[in-house]
């Protein structure tokens, strides 16, 4: 990748320094540590790359991000002939919220088969809602779907 200076390296940087930390929880979540890193520098690459599309808002940009990392993400588990479908793994680190193990048991469990009930596109909605606290409307994005759908 090419060193450039001046104000457009200065914005980019300040997208990077903001964006990077957030991109790669979302890679993480959804890939292994192993190709996190590389994925997520993957898309920075594009972003570098691409930089005049990405919109100028935050919540639009990150969106942006998101799309060309899951992009990322499908075509590497293509190339490994994984399932296509996008899988969020559910935290297996969440703080307790439960009086007793068992109950905590229980409900994992339950998350868990209710988790793998939804479609991958519900799975993938409400892990951007929630997990990586996008708008419907960047979510929508993200996936590359109307705000209806989402």
Same mark, same amino acid.
């Given at each position: 990748m090419e060193v450039r200076s001046g104000p457009l390296s200065e914005r980019f940087s300040e997208l990077y320094r903001r964006e990077y930390p957030l991109v790669y929880r979302?890679?993480?979540?959804?890939?292994?540590?192993?190709h996190a890193e590389?994925?997520?520098?993957? $898309?920075? /690459? *594009? +972003?570098w790359q691409k930089f005049s599309?990405?919109?100028?808002?935050?919540?639009q940009a990150r969106a942006w991000l998101y799309a060309? +990392?899951?992009n990322? *993400?499908?075509?590497?588990?293509?190339?490994?002939?994984?399932? +296509? /479908?996008?899988?969020?793994?559910?935290?297996?680190?969440a703080e307790p919220f439960l009086v007793s193990p068992q109950m905590q048991v229980d409900a994992s469990?339950?998350?868990r088969k209710a988790w &793998?009930?939804?479609? +991958? $596109?519900? &799975?993938?909605?409400?892990?951007l809602l929630g997990w990586e606290e996008l708008s419907l409307a960047a979510a929508a994005k993200a996936l590359g779907i109307s705000v209806p759908t989402a």
């Open positions: 979302f890679v993480l979540r959804r890939t292994d540590a192993a590389d994925i997520t520098n993957e $898309t920075f /690459a *594009i +972003a599309d990405i919109p100028s808002q935050p919540d060309v +990392a899951r990322h *993400i499908l075509r590497h588990w293509r190339s490994d002939r994984r399932n +296509a /479908a996008l899988q969020v793994r559910v935290s297996d680190d469990l339950d998350l &793998q009930q939804l479609s +991958a $596109t519900d &799975q993938e909605i409400l892990a």
